[in-house]
Structures are given as structure tokens and as C-alpha cells.
């Protein structure tokens, strides 16, 4: 299975071009190529930090189909929750992606 920070990375470049044109979306991906870490907690960082500058409000619906689009390609049922926010449930998914890949091979080892 590939590693979370690539299916974060693709889901983020997913929903980018599909909403907006090649400039507004190479302004996202120009500020997100100047965070050099690939870590999810410090992309998330970036994201939130970014898009309220060149959205306003709008971010707020970006961030949510970005969450959304994760959650489903990992087959999680999306729980909405009073004070997380989008790095919060990021690093929410990470972590339950992390122990599903733990299960997956030990179930494979134990066969």
C-alpha cells in the first residue's frame, strides 16, 4: 500500500486541479514546494496557513474536500468534530492509517 504522505500529497493535487484553474493552482503548489518536508503534519501546516491568504473564507471548503477525498480513499467513515481542525484530522487519519498498514502485515506474517 503506498505510504500516507504520498496518498495525502495526491489527494491534496487532486482536489486543487479539480477546482481551480493552472494559476491559482500552481500559486498553491508554488507555496506548498516551498515547505521541503513531505511530513503531513508540517504540508497540513502549509495548507492552512496558505489558502486563507489566497481563498479568504472559501478555504474552509477546500480543506473539507480534501479531508473528505483522504477519508474515503482509505475506506474511514469521516466523523465531523466540534474543534479539530484540518491539521487535526490529518494527523487523525495518519495515525489510523498507520496502524491499519501495522494489522495488514501481521496478518500476512501470520499466514
Avoid at 29 to 34: G, I, N, P, T, W
Avoid at 59 to 80: A, C, F, M, N, P
Wanted: hydrophobic share 40%; aromatic share 10%.
Amino acid at each position: 500500500m503506498p505510504r500516507f504522505e504520498d496518498i495525502f500529497m495526491e489527494t491534496i493535487k487532486e482536489v486543487i486541479c479539480n477546482v481551480f484553474d493552472g494559476e491559482v493552482s500552481g500559486m498553491i503548489f508554488s507555496y506548498l514546494k516551498e515547505s521541503s518536508s513531505r511530513r503531513p503534519e508540517d504540508v497540513a501546516q502549509v495548507f492552512t496557513e496558505v489558502l486563507p491568504k489566497i481563498l479568504g473564507i472559501g478555504h474552509v471548503i477546500i480543506e473539507d474536500l480534501v479531508i473528505e477525498t483522504l477519508y474515503s480513499k482509505y475506506g474511514r467513515r469521516l466523523q465531523w468534530k466540534k474543534g479539530y481542525g484540518f491539521k487535526d484530522y490529518i494527523l487523525e487519519l495518519k495515525s489510523q492509517a498507520e496502524e491499519m498498514a501495522v494489522n495488514e502485515a501481521q496478518s500476512r506474517s501470520s499466514l
